[in-house]
């Protein structure tokens, strides 16, 4: 007999895949030009030259047998020494070659990470809004998810909540900076506070609890700082992905890193191994680690992602709507005039506006905007989004 839960997400997929695919059908019925499509974040910007010429270069130039053939379990050791290399001169965190782990992008991160760290009957706290795969990912661990409010006033972790939430079935929290879908940036503050109330709950509780820190966002952030819970909490694990980055989702490449101020962190990096074993996600693609091991502190063009912001922001808040000010990542999350997330999603789509309702994200009331994509899209959009607010009546 099939695994049923396994069907059960197969059959029905998350909604902001569903919007997309709604949005390729439309488009093939009225014309690429005419739907606008904010439903996924899937980079607009191509990816930096630098990588191209890597990538044609390592081709030409590697051995074959070595380019595609295996590399470690773990990952190609000079890749991973590149990487941590990068990471200790960039945020001085002291890690080792030996404290990373290749992955095939963020989501086989947190995968791995969530089944190497939790387990049948413990809890892991997320916060929302959060990304929908969340529940997923930590529901395949055997934990069960645990989901906390922020407030919404500036999208920060309410700590008194926090700390009463955390119970010995407590396994992880994951948090995700900045966030998809707000855009909000954990602050030192926040993070401090956040650290402060895990140690004294491992103290009270004779437990390890880890912090699992999701950051395909990381570089993108405007004019602000982007604080990492690895500097605040020892007991954290990086969940990273180059897909944003460097514009390379299609890839699928990303990496773990366990703190090496970590109490068991080699029994902790021994059970990500193991769980990458025992999941099938063993030697990430040598090519694109390969790639990615020359191109350390390297982005694409993030300006356009802050250029897109000013203009749908501006035009937005001009028409009435209200929206999180992001301070990084490429979504805007607009607050529906209705309250209601898929009134506002279906009756935009009337305008052949394609945004993602918040219900799915953990908390109603909002949609999420994609702005990465053309700013002639962004323009084009405008006029349908001014009507849309005029159905709502938002202003005469």
């Known amino acids: 007999m099939i695994n049923k839960k396994m069907q059960g997400l197969g059959e029905n997929s998350s909604v902001i895949r569903e919007l997309f695919e709604y949005g390729k059908k439309r488009k093939a019925e009225i014309g690429a030009d005419k739907v606008f499509d904010f439903s996924i974040g899937n980079p607009s910007v191509p990816c930096p030259d630098c990588v191209t010429e890597s990538i044609k270069r390592i081709v030409s130039e590697k051995d074959a047998t070595m380019l595609h053939g295996y590399t470690s379990a773990q990952g190609d050791i000079g890749v991973r020494t590149a990487i941590a290399d990068y990471m200790n001169g960039k945020y001085g965190i002291g890690c080792e070659f030996s404290d990373i782990y290749m992955t095939v992008g963020a989501a086989a991160s947190l995968t791995i990470t969530l089944s190497a760290v939790a387990q049948k009957g413990e809890e892991v706290i997320v916060f929302a809004p959060f990304f929908p795969e969340y529940k997923v990912f930590v529901e395949n661990s055997g934990a069960d998810v645990k989901i906390l409010t922020v407030d919404t006033k500036d ?3 309410n700590i008194e909540e926090f700390e009463n939430a955390i119970t010995e079935k407590t396994a992880a929290v994951l948090v995700n900076s900045p966030n998809n879908p707000t855009g909000a940036i954990l602050t030192e503050e926040t993070l401090t506070k956040m650290a402060d109330v895990l140690r004294k709950k491992q103290q009270e509780l004779g437990k390890e609890i880890y912090l699992i820190s999701d950051e395909p966002y990381r570089e993108l952030v405007y ?61 990430a693609p040598s090519l694109w680690q390969f790639v990615i091991g020359e191109n350390q502190g390297v982005t694409s063009d993030t300006s356009v992602y802050a250029e897109n912001r000013k203009l749908l922001l501006d035009a937005l808040t001009s028409f009435g709507f209200e929206a999180v000010n992001p301070d990084g990542a490429f979504y805007l999350f607009l607050k529906s005039p209705s309250g209601d997330a898929t009134e506002f999603s279906e009756r935009a789509k009337k305008q052949e506006l394609l945004i993602v309702p918040s219900d799915s994200f953990g908390m109603g009331g909002y949609v999420r905007i994609s702005y990465c994509v053309s700013r002639d899209q962004i323009v084009a959009s405008i006029p349908a989004f001014e009507k849309l607010a005029k159905d709502y009546n938002l202003k005469d």
């Open 155 to 157: 999208f920060q972790v």
């Open 223 to 283: 004019g602000k700082e982007c604080p990492l819970p690895i500097n605040y909490y020892e007991n954290t694990i990086v969940c990273y992905s180059y897909s944003k980055s460097l514009s390379l989702p299609g890839e699928r490449i990303g990496y773990i890193l366990v703190s090496p101020k970590m109490k068991d962190k080699k029994a902790v990096y021994a059970a990500v191994c193991g769980a990458g074993r025992s999941l099938g996600f063993v030697c």
